[in-house]
């Protein structure tokens, strides 16, 4: 069973910095595209930043130059640094990988749990 675990997040001011990261762990024989997305409340879930697993990244106008997503293929990690950050920014972030469990079985999506990051005034 594959798992996303996040951690980081919380509270901070506008301007600041917040730094997010998701682990994924279970049988797991490959990690192909992670990704972050976000979503407040009665809003579409919305995706923040992704990077595949040669590198290529790709992130959303709204956070482009602030936000910066990397990979640890070895740890099996993602992390998301966020900086300059803005009250518009506050919302819930999302974890998502493509996964493949193992060679035999075909890849699939996985979603983190969900960490809140407000951004105050």
């Known amino acids: 069973q594959v798992q996303l675990l996040e951690s980081g997040g919380g509270l901070t001011q506008a301007g600041g910095s917040l730094r997010l990261s998701c682990a994924a762990s279970g049988r797991i024989f490959s990690v192909y595209t992670w990704a972050w997305y976000r979503q407040v409340p009665g809003k579409q879930r919305d995706m923040v930043a992704s990077i595949t697993i040669d590198g290529f990244t790709n992130y959303s106008d709204s956070v482009k130059g602030r936000f910066s997503i990397s990979r640890d293929n070895l740890s099996k990690m993602v992390i998301l640094e966020m900086n300059s950050l803005k009250p518009e920014d506050t919302a819930t972030y999302y974890c998502?990988?493509?996964?493949?469990?193992?060679?035999?079985?075909?890849?699939?999506?996985?979603w983190g749990q969900g960490t809140q990051v407000t951004v105050s005034f």
């Open positions: 998502n990988a493509n996964i493949q469990p193992t060679p035999w079985m075909t890849r699939g999506d996985y």
